[in-house]
């Protein structure tokens, strides 16, 4: 039920604030569009939790760089949990922006591996790939926050094998819905 | 209005976001046979070729080898020199044997089936007991989960290895590794039966065995856990008994004076048969984790423990136990071992299959100082179990039955090989 009521919050938050960061920006001038950075490297860290039938934080880090008012790329590594096993995603991630403002809605779309925390042992981790839809609102010159929804895959293999039989694979899709909020740096 | 639906549109599909689990291995699956094919089948044939190891019984100079799963050789062993293969007793999912008289008992999965053998060149079925082991299973591909049995298809005579992919509901999946459930997933296995005296009414077998035969009963242990006692005083209508609990995970059987000692992976158990059909519980001794066949001889008891295979362990050892008082049995002391397998007494001669090291021979006059005095040893067989019996010690070898004359242990001389 707590997952649900903040799941609920959160959804509220983005989209409001997305709604009102749209209204925002059509009342801006043509001078204020014209503030966008055009390229250069941008940071963001992002906190976040992945529910559904269950519930995992999430953190991560992205570098990346933006190449025009529209497309940015990035390279992203964090740390989350499913089922009791530590991960840490290994991805990277295309954007597009929506608007060719520096507060803009923004779509997201990320594929990577999600490593075993150890490296030895039967959790062999695995592929992942998720799609987001986002807020980022600027609240100052190189500072921004970004909120977004999405939806979140993970193919997780384990090897564990609690009976000693051989070549015993336990795989568990991974679906889940995600909510991020994060700090922007460019 | 819109906003309501979209954020009611968007909950419902967050809302379905649910994880999946599937477990993909290669799993033992079942291959039935009607009830009435199985009991149908059987019967002695000309002699053929072994293909598969199995345990060795010997008795009135016959030699017989279990070939796990279909049947019986007879071998003519009058002549340890020259041993004759004289035919094929057809019997399916047989483990084991004894003889007892001129009856011979063996089990045919579910089944123990009695044959005469008055005339050993041709045994005559004489009788069925039927589901006296109601968990026997055919022997496996051991490292594989097992899918659930439904025994009203039929019995189970074989497996076949499949690649199984299926989900997993609630963390219960559809394999069984069967601790509590009607079907354990190793059958009677390696055991065989045997008889330690050698008195000439009995066969006398290896020492891994699960079978044995104690005055006018024969006690079969089946899954580890339950000790079968059958009288056959009657020989052609044998009686079974209720089944008797054990723990640990039996693998051996040995009978002694009035006693069974087994072997489990951590010890040793003792069970009295003052009420042969219903054995009691005497002692227990605890050693390190390993597979343990015991011996028993002038009231000291010896144990090989080995370490691998399904009993796990890392020590490799003979153990010494003073049995003098049966009630309270005392490891006197423990000698290093390669990999023992099997082991048999004979006088003062102790024999032990140490895996890679070969068959050793070790002058047992003094049990206590046993394992410093090595008298001989094989190095190029890989021993499993042995047979002594009247300065011939037959062998049971990966490729082979061996059997060698230690009517002189100081050069013991290697009579005959019988290849597999």
Not at chain 2, 279 to 299: E, F, M, W
Request: net charge negative; hydrophobic share 35%; with cysteine.
């Amino acid at each position: 039920m707590k997952i649900i009521i903040i799941s609920a919050t959160l959804l509220l938050t983005t989209i409001s604030f997305g709604q009102n960061s749209v209204n925002e920006l059509e009342k801006n001038s043509p001078d204020d569009i014209t503030k966008s950075v055009v390229s250069g490297f941008y940071n963001r860290v992002n906190v976040g939790v992945l529910g559904g039938s269950a519930s995992s934080p999430s953190f991560n880090i992205i570098n990346g760089y933006r190449f025009n008012q529209r497309w940015s790329a990035g390279f992203g590594l964090g740390v989350e949990q499913f089922n009791w096993n530590r991960y840490i995603p290994v991805f990277v991630e295309g954007n597009y922006n929506l608007l060719k403002t520096n507060t803009t809605p923004w779509l997201n779309l990320m594929v990577g591996y999600e490593l075993p925390n150890q490296n030895i042992g039967p959790n062999r981790g695995g592929f992942t790939w998720g799609g987001k839809f986002g807020f980022s609102y600027f609240i100052a010159e190189h500072v921004g926050i970004s909120t977004s929804i999405g939806y979140r895959y993970a193919n997780l293999k384990d090897e564990t094998n609690w009976w000693g039989w051989e070549d015993f694979v336990t795989i568990t899709d991974i679906n889940r819905y995600e909510f991020r909020v994060g700090v922007v740096f460019k | 209005m819109k906003k309501t639906v979209l954020m009611l549109g968007i909950l419902a599909l967050l809302g379905a976001c649910k994880d999946k689990v599937r477990q993909e291995y290669i799993a033992n699956v079942p291959v039935y046979t009607a009830y009435e094919t199985f009991r149908s089948d059987g019967g002695f044939e000309g002699a053929r070729p072994i293909t598969q190891k199995g345990n060795i019984y010997f008795k009135d100079d016959f030699l017989f080898m279990v070939e796990p799963d279909e049947g019986i050789h007879f071998i003519d062993n009058s002549n340890p020199s020259s041993p004759v293969q004289t035919g094929f007793l057809k019997i399916w999912g047989a483990t084991g044997m004894s003889i007892k008289g001129d009856y011979l008992y063996a089990n045919s999965l579910i089944d123990l089936v009695i044959y005469d053998l008055s005339t050993i060149t041709t045994p005559v079925f004489v009788d069925r007991m039927e589901d006296v082991f109601p968990t026997a299973l055919p022997v496996s591909e051991k490292n594989y989960p097992y899918k659930t049995i439904d025994k009203n298809l039929g019995v189970v005579t074989s497996w076949t290895q499949e690649k199984v992919s299926e989900d997993v509901t609630n963390g219960n999946p559809s394999w069984v590794n069967c601790f509590q459930c009607d079907f354990e997933t190793i059958g009677l296995g390696d055991g065989g039966f045997s008889e330690g005296s050698g008195s000439g009414q009995t066969s006398i077998s290896g020492s891994i065995t699960l079978f044995t035969i104690l005055n006018d009963y024969l006690y079969v242990v089946e899954e580890g856990n339950f000790l079968h006692p059958i009288n056959i005083s009657n020989p052609t209508a044998p009686v079974a008994h209720d089944i008797v609990g054990l723990w640990g995970g039996v693998e051996t059987i040995f009978p002694y004076q009035n006693y069974l000692f087994m072997g489990t992976p951590s010890g040793i158990l003792i069970y009295g048969t003052d009420s042969p059909n219903n054995p009691n519980y005497i002692a227990s001794l605890s050693h390190a984790r390993g597979c343990d066949p015991v011996v028993v001889k002038d009231d000291y008891a010896y144990v090989t423990v080995r370490s691998g295979g399904p009993c796990g362990g890392d020590v490799n050892q003979l153990d010494v136990i003073d049995v003098s008082t049966i009630s309270n049995p005392i490891l006197k002391q423990s000698f290093d071992m390669k990999n023992p397998h099997g082991l048999g007494i004979d006088g003062d001669l102790l024999f032990i299959c140490d895996g890679e090291a070969g068959l050793k021979v070790y002058d047992a006059s003094n049990p206590l100082t046993v394992g410093d005095h090595l008298s001989h040893q094989f190095k190029n067989i890989q021993a499993t179990d042995i047979i002594p019996f009247n300065t011939i010690a037959m062998v049971i070898g990966d490729d082979g039955i061996y059997q060698y004359d230690y009517s002189n242990p100081s050069e013991m001389i290697l009579l005959s090989k019988i290849s597999f």
